[in-house]
């Protein structure tokens, strides 16, 4: 038996608002501190419903900074205290001082109270800024 035929379009569906993404480095590790580096508001939270929650992806490049020797990158609900929805842990392949990495996190918010989330990244043992070059962080709404 053959397949139905197509019969309906999303020609008229507006999905941009369950789709929010950012390209803009907010600012840079100063030393070991875990600093947002890019930072999302979802608009209309209250009139987007959610069958599953939000599906967050977060993504940076950077310079380690002086004496760096591991990285943690973070998706976090509102600021730096608070609630981690994505977290690597901390990883130390590739990292030393002046290396160039790129890494990614991955999150899914259940429990979305909050129309704000952050990317944090922190070096560990960092005596020196570390220079965010790129980032991007996107949320998806389920």
């Known amino acids: 038996?053959?397949?139905?035929?197509?019969?309906?379009?999303?020609?008229q569906i507006d999905l941009s608002p369950r789709f929010v993404t950012t390209t803009t480095v907010v600012a840079s590790p100063a030393a070991a501190a875990e600093t947002?580096?890019?930072?999302?508001?979802?608009?209309?939270?209250?009139?987007?419903?959610?069958?599953?929650?939000?599906?967050?992806?977060?993504?940076?490049?950077?310079?380690?900074?002086?004496?760096?020797?591991?990285?943690?990158?973070?998706?976090?609900?509102?600021?730096?205290?608070?609630?981690?929805?994505?977290?690597t842990g901390a990883l130390t392949g590739g990292i030393a001082a002046a290396a160039l990495v790129a890494q990614d996190v991955e999150g899914f918010d259940t429990a979305p109270g909050v129309a704000v989330y952050v990317l944090t990244l922190q070096v560990t043992a960092g005596s020196a800024a570390s220079t965010v070059s790129a980032v991007k962080l996107r949320a998806e709404l389920v």
């Open 36 to 87: 947002i580096i890019a930072s999302i508001t979802i608009p209309n939270l209250g009139d987007n419903p959610l069958a599953s929650g939000i599906d967050l992806s977060g993504w940076a490049a950077f310079t380690v900074g002086t004496s760096g020797t591991a990285i943690t990158l973070r998706i976090r609900q509102t600021n730096v205290a608070g609630t981690i929805v994505g977290n």
């Open 1 to 11: 038996m053959p397949a139905p035929a197509f019969v309906q379009s999303s020609n």
